[in-house]
């Protein structure tokens, strides 16, 4: 019995050292893998990289930029579906263990023992908890010292953060595939939808990723997908987080993958977008841009962007057939499967509804075209084919182009497709309706230009066209392009004139001019456009109106190129004017963001306005860091609401460039370019337009610049690389233009009133004689018009003529430019009109 106890005795000590031993062994253990782990404090401020998103006015969405494309969403704003998804996917226990699963790891280690040797990916028994400790502070390496590691971070978490916290980490940081960091990117990338509007079969698929997202591709690996989102779906419903039949329905539910663009969302906004993204990265830099979580209003106005892009494409593809059909955009083998071979050839993506096709087969009467079939997400081409046909009126515009002449209108269709020619086509309409099945051909057109449509009050850009299409150029025309603006500056000279001194009624000569160019440059002789035409003295209205150079010469010697080029640098039409006297007729080069910002400063009044595609931008906690609007308003924050106080006021110090008067007195008279001058097609608006067209030396540029009370637009077409859009009124602002504004703001101004511009305070109407700008008789009505005039002046009572030519038409030697008198003509330039 002694030996018995005694041997007892003997085991109780021996296990008691081995338990020290071992205690001892795992003290070392952890205190030896303790010794360099991460700080996990950091996660308390945690700030993920989170994309940048950019809305139009109206809150839809214009693009995102990101490295990792995640959205941030607090614990409290996800879904109790989705959470259990992810916890039924993941870690059933989370809200019970204190960081490790001890069952979990049990279950791992025996798969792992009897994998031993098969060389085996370890099943893995990480809880939510420690893959947050992975993700977040550790490597993906494979061993145990990792995981060991991995525990201890994992207890450390637990006992310094809530439950809530630790998901909400997990939920925003995992990446579930296709580029998606998070649920909230995920729920946008995969389904288009916020984890609000998320099914009991979506929400599950998600849950199902992070383990192996590319495993579980939707389209690659549909099969397998839907195996393991029916996995998590009777997880669900084992846990009693699901009833049996929401189980039922996810299951037999397909698994439908919405593809989301990482482009511009609202069409037609691709070149704003743009600009916007540049903009942000010249303020805050690529960081913040690409990961700081910043949230942009933008001033773009959809409605208004569509009807700007329509209108302005319109007017490119008119022109454009009107120079004749220059053939197919290449050739196609159609033997054997003609769409895969199709599907190769890369086609613009942002000119729908104009899509690719390839001819199959012509006749006389119509020609069978298929269309480039998609590709789905996978990447694989679709096995639908789509057909069409293509007739005889889809080509009658299609006038082969040889050797610079266009031939007769085609009366086959053969006789201008051929099977294997890569071509665009679009639906054929017919008394404004689509003909279904029928097509017209279609062209990229050569010719390109600019539209910006602009808020003349605050500089707001409601809309911006920078060419045909993004996905053939993204070089910007509408600020990027700098192009000769032509007559369309000249409003800026006559303002400088009205300004200081001239009156609508002020007389200049209309005669042929010589410029003693000095220097041994020669002789300059700037013509109008109607050459060899020459009308003696006309008013500065009748002169805009007609936009006769010789005039804008004479006044701006009258007044000096200095002025202007302060004038000029005032409006930021230009930074710098040199004092050459072309530079009067527009010879130098702006842009359209520039013209159109100098008009909406005629338009508003006076006021200086600074062009701006943003309206606001806040950070990623929501606190505003840019906004465009700095006026003051007095009033606006009154405590304890309304209190019968006086009502709120804006203060508005913006620098005032122009009179409001002289402002007044040139939208007066580019409403008579409109109504009677070189823009009348604009007239067709029917609604109070004022406006100027320009077109350059040779043609190569042709503009129209203009505005009603409360929107301004610019427009300019020209080649890129310039050369004549073609000879005569049929290549002018007025001709190629001027229609496209009129078509754009008959669209834009279509449910607005016709509110007549506002005359300000001191101005006087005096009825004039339309021709000579004196005062109009008693009882006069015949030939007259009401003129503005500023207080202290008024129509002359005789003629006083600027620019009286000696007898043999050349300029007295006291009006010739000198070289040491300010400003002198550039040696050989010619007039513009």
């Not at 998590?232 to 987080?241: I, K, S």
């Not at 665009?424 to 008394?431: G, S």
């Not at 000249?490 to 003693?516: M, R």
């Not at 008789?777 to 030939?783: A, D, I, K, L």
């Amino acid at each position: 019995m002694r030996l018995l106890v005694r041997f007892m005795g003997f085991l109780f000590a021996a296990g008691t050292v081995v338990f020290l031993v071992g205690v001892g062994a795992v003290a070392g253990l952890i205190w030896h893998f303790s010794k360099d782990l991460p700080d996990y404090s950091q996660l308390q401020d945690y700030e993920p990289p989170v994309m940048t998103r950019v809305h139009a006015v109206d809150g839809s969405l214009l693009g995102e930029y990101a490295k990792e494309r995640r959205l941030y969403l607090p614990i409290q704003a996800v879904p109790k579906l989705v959470i259990n998804a992810f916890l039924a996917a993941e870690d059933k226990n989370f809200y019970e263990h204190g960081g490790i699963d001890y069952t979990g790891m049990a279950r791992a280690g025996l798969v792992y023992i009897q994998n031993y040797g098969s060389n085996r990916r370890p099943q893995g028994a990480s809880t939510i908890t420690q893959q947050v400790a992975k993700n977040f502070l550790l490597t993906n390496e494979v061993s145990f010292a990792r995981k060991i590691k991995e525990a201890l971070l994992a207890m450390r978490i637990e006992k310094t953060y809530s439950k809530d916290k630790i998901l909400e980490l997990y939920l925003n940081e995992i990446y579930l595939g296709l580029g998606a960091y998070g649920i909230a990117a995920a729920s946008l990338v995969y389904f288009d939808k916020s984890v609000n509007e998320l099914t009991v079969a979506e929400a599950s698929y998600l849950a199902a990723l992070p383990k192996m997202p590319a495993t579980l591709h939707p389209v690659r690996n549909r099969d397998r997908a839907v195996e393991r989102r029916n996995y998590v779906v009777d997880r669900l419903l084992e846990n009693g987080w699901i009833k049996q039949a929401d189980a039922e329905k996810a299951r037999k539910e397909p698994l439908a993958v919405t593809s989301r663009s990482n482009g511009a969302h609202t069409f037609a906004g691709e070149y704003f977008a743009e600009e916007v993204r540049r903009d942000i990265f010249e303020r805050y830099g690529e960081k913040k841009l690409y990961e700081g979580g910043l949230s942009v209003r933008t001033t773009l106005d959809p409605k208004i962007q569509v009807m700007a892009r329509k209108t302005m494409v319109a007017g490119l593809v008119n022109y454009d057939e009107q120079q004749g059909y220059r053939g197919a955009m290449s050739k196609l083998d159609i033997s054997g499967d003609w769409g895969v071979k199709l599907a190769e050839i890369k086609s613009l993506s942002d000119i729908s509804p104009w899509r690719m096709a390839v001819v199959l087969e012509t006749s006389d009467q119509s020609a069978r075209i298929g269309f480039q079939p998609s590709r789905e997400l996978g990447g694989a081409v679709s096995k639908q084919r789509e057909t069409g046909l293509v007739t005889l009126d889809g080509v009658r515009w299609a006038r082969a182009v040889q050797g610079g002449t266009k031939g007769k209108t085609p009366t086959a269709v053969s006789h201008v497709l051929q099977p294997g020619d890569v071509i665009y086509a679009d639906p054929l309409y017919k008394d404004g309706q689509p003909v279904e099945g029928q097509y017209r051909l279609r062209q990229i057109p050569e010719v390109s230009g600019a539209m910006v449509v602009m808020d003349p009050w605050t500089g707001r850009v409601l809309a911006m066209v920078g060419g045909f299409s993004f996905d053939q150029s993204q070089f910007n025309r509408a600020t990027q392009a700098y192009r000769q603006p032509g007559s369309s500056f000249k409003p800026i000279v006559y303002s400088a004139a009205l300004d200081n001194g001239y009156t609508p009624s002020t007389v200049v000569l209309d005669a042929p001019i010589e410029i003693d160019q000095g220097q041994g440059a020669g002789v300059w002789r700037p013509e109008n456009f109607s050459s060899g035409k020459f009308q003696g003295p006309v008013t500065l209205r009748n002169a805009l109106r007609q936009s006769l150079n010789t005039v804008t010469v004479r006044l701006a010697q009258d007044i000096g190129m200095p002025l202007i080029g302060e004038y000029a640098r005032r409006f930021g039409v230009y930074d710098e004017l040199p004092n050459y006297l072309s530079y009067a007729l527009g010879a130098g080069e702006t842009t359209a963001m520039r013209m159109v910002t100098a008009y909406s400063m005629l338009a508003n009044g006076g006021r200086r306005v600074k062009p701006t595609l943003i309206d606001r931008i806040q950070d990623r906690y929501g606190h505003t860091i840019f906004k465009h609007d700095q006026r003051e308003c007095r009033g606006c924050d009154a405590p304890g609401g309304w209190k019968n106080q006086p009502e709120p006021q804006l203060i508005d110090r913006r620098e005032q460039v122009l009179d409001s008067m002289t402002a007044y007195q040139i939208t007066e008279l580019m409403e008579g370019v409109v109504q009677a001058g070189t823009a009348t097609v604009v007239k067709e608006v029917g609604k109070p337009i004022a406006g100027k067209t320009g077109t350059t030396n040779e043609a190569k540029d042709a503009w129209f610049v203009g505005f009603s009370p409360d929107v301004a637009v610019a427009i300019y077409m020209g080649y890129d690389k310039p050369r004549p859009l073609g000879k005569g009124n049929a290549a002018t602002g007025g001709h190629l233009a001027a229609p496209i504004a009129r078509d754009f703001l008959k669209l834009a101004l279509a449910d607005k009133p016709a509110v007549p511009f506002k005359v300000p305070a001191g101005i006087k109407l005096v009825r004039v004689a339309a021709k000579t700008g004196m005062r109009a008789g008693p009882g006069e009505t015949g030939g007259t018009i009401l003129e503005a005039f500023k207080p202290g002046t008024a129509p002359p009572d005789n003629y006083a003529v600027i620019g009286v030519a000696d007898a043999d038409g050349r300029m007295p030697a006291s009006q010739q430019q000198q070289p040491d008198s300010g400003f002198f003509m550039r040696p050989g330039t010619g007039g513009l009109y």
